[in-house]
């Protein structure tokens, strides 16, 4: 299977607000099969965003459109939309292969085909063998590989990512980005993800939509964002965390001193 | 670690429930050295077919209670937002608060023979409606306290299910039959053992209900014969014979429940605010919101039916009446008292438990002193209240003038009968608090009063706050030690409302019953706005 490529998304107009919680408004476009880094401070509505898109929380106003239809007024299921959490993606006392197959019946209900899907997400993952353990008998970086298996078998057109590797350690959080840039590799779906981790965005993200107080304060190449070109109020975000998207290990605060040579 | 002060807490309480059991102990081993031949010849037919009968009757009514209640609970999980979600829950925590004899006047009213429905019957035309006495009024009885109770139970351990898995059920599409076996029966599944048995518990030890609505020996449990053998017949040595087998009972019931739920574990997660995305079909939605509408029929209706008859009372005289002042003084004195006890056996279990836990580190096993901290709230429900009343009042016989111990037996008994209930509301809270605090406390050297205050205390304080009203009320409504050592001299409103029933003063019961009624839902909503006011 080719799988369907990524699907365009706009926000249009969106507001909302959580009872007793400040007002969001929303505007945005993404374009289709593109890599979006969702970045801003705690509390600037990253997963409110990712909230409304999955249908999670509906808008007060406002329109989202996913491709060409509108979805605003459409239940989670019914939406092009996976979505990956940052824990608590796997029910516990189903088996990686179930969890998968959720994936592709919400009821369980799997054929032949079905069940080979499974399999070969899990495989594709890297869990290969561990079709069979339940989730407490997983790593932390286990437990996300079936969480994307179960996206691979729903093959949707957007993938929403809440900070899915922030609890992971750097060398598990690498390979899960490249894990992720693979599939989107093969798949070509549109994928939001919301992290606070400029590398995450260097490594994976074409742009970066960056919110301050519910609303989007600037879009843009993220190359550009994390060398410092953007807003002044995302370089401020950014702190010295600035980094040379060309060499991405090299943490070069100071582009003028970094050029000085003895 | 500073394990010593929490633990020696913790010892203490357990020192002074073991001295209360004890003493209790020691009034039955004396009965069965007096009359050890007359023990023996107590365990008759009689004794087991009441035996019989309260096994039966705890069973039909956990399972009426619990089985409605896990698709009530459902129910309300899948309707985060229904209108009057939040009253709806209110009421069915009045039971809880409500004491046993004000809702067995309210079943009377009701479905009794000269009660609403009788009325509503003859208006038809119906004539010869029987009444509810029996096992019938027991059962209706037990589902209206328990049902409620259950539900909320079940309900909180469906809101334990993490937001995220809510809406991964909704993205991945799962109706209501998917949502059930994947989400919510796991949830239910894990809560089960401990609601039920619970439920089974509180059935198998009623009192109250079976005393006002059994009706007669035909449906007579254990505690209600041991009531009868000491207040009527005298007869210490039958007594004896009856609280054997009510405690070995349950005790074979706490242990059997102890096995099936030892996989339980207390759930440490905060409260999620119920905003989660369900996906229902309209079918489901009308099944679920007519499973709702029909339990909260049958909780209001004995609570409207209470209300309606006390106001039919004549309520300034009652109010006037010097027996009914001095009543409710001396009820709101002792159960004042007696909460406070409670709370404090509660809180040195729980952080005696907790301290423990931590000192011996996650991978030894329990002692038998931490497990004592732990069942020591179970062990209360093992010998019923009347059973330590029974043996007190033997061994108190001895010591002179029986009804003199009144007051003190009241609080001692009520704070032990209301420490489970406390140490359920107290317990997840401090374990959580601990959890994230202690290593905190360990580094900065915050410890004793110092850390009661400052850390501890905010997080407490709403389900301490809960806690209290909870014993308050249920010490307030309580008719059974006080059953056993009431006497003109210490009086309190239930010990004065059975009088008055007993007398066939109904009307007199019915505002007595509303005025009690009233006092424990204040109660519990006072302290319900203050734990929640910041």
Known sequence: ?262 | MPVGGRAAAGATALAGLAALIGGAGLGLAYAAADDWGGALDAFDPYLLRVARFTLWQALLSTLLSVLPALFVARALARHPRLPGRALILQLFAVPLALPAIVAALGVLALYGRAGFLAELLEGLGRTGWPGIYGLAGILVAHVFFNLPLATRLLLESLESVPNDQWRLAAQLGMGGRASFRFVEWPALRAALPGVAGLVFMLCATSFTIVLTLGGGPRATTLEVAIYQALRFDFDPARALALTLVQVALTAVVVLALARLGAAMTGDASLPVAPRRPVTRRPAESAANLALIAAALVFVAGPMAATVLAGLGADLMRLAGEAAVRRATATSLVLSALAAALCLVLAFALVAARRALELARGPLAAPTLFERATDAGAGLVLVVPPLVIGAGWFILLREAGDVFAFAPVMVVTVNAAMAMPFAVRAIRPAYDAASARHERLCLSLGIAGWTRLRLIDWPSLRRPMAMAYAFAMALSLGDLGVIALFGSDAVETLPYLLLARMASYRTADAAGLALLLGMLCLALMIVSDRLARAR
Do not use: C, W
Not at chain 1, 58 to 78: H, K, M, Q
Not at chain 1, 112 to 135: M, N, S, T, Y
Not at chain 1, 228 to 254: C, H, K, M, T, W
């Open chain 1, 1 to 262: 299977m080719t799988g369907p490529a990524g699907a365009a998304i706009r926000l249009d107009a969106v507001r909302f607000a959580y009872p007793g919680g400040a007002p969001v408004r929303f505007d945005a476009a993404v374009e289709a099969a593109e890599i979006v880094a969702v970045m801003g401070p705690s509390g600037a509505g990253k997963s409110t965003l990712l909230a409304l898109i999955a249908g999670f929380e509906t808008p007060a106003s406002g329109r989202i459109l996913i491709g060409d239809s509108d979805v605003t007024g459409l239940p989670p299921a019914r939406r092009p939309v996976s979505m990956v959490f940052q824990e608590n993606n796997l029910f516990a006392h189903l088996d990686v292969a179930a969890n998968v197959g959720l994936g592709r019946s919400p009821a369980l209900r799997l054929d032949a085909a079905d069940r080979q899907a499974v399999a070969g997400a899990i495989e594709r993952v890297g869990l290969a063998g561990k079709a069979a353990r339940l989730p407490q008998a997983l790593s932390g970086g286990e437990r996300q590989r079936v969480a994307l298996a179960r996206v691979l078998v729903r093959d949707r057109p957007v993938l929403l990512l809440d900070e899915p590797f922030a609890s992971l350690g750097p060398a598990l959080r690498q390979e899960m980005l490249a894990l992720v840039a693979e599939l989107h590799a093969e798949r070509r779906m549109t994928v939001l993800m919301a992290t606070h981790q400029p590398e995450d965005a260097a490594r994976l993200a074409g742009s970066i939509l960056f919110l301050a107080d519910g609303t989007v304060a600037g879009t843009g190449a993220a190359a550009t964002f994390l060398s410092g070109g953007g807003p002044q109020a995302f370089s401020r975000y950014l702190g010295d965390r600035r980094i040379d998207v060309a060499r991405p290990r090299e943490n070069d605060r100071d582009h003028g001193i970094a050029r000085k040579t003895p």
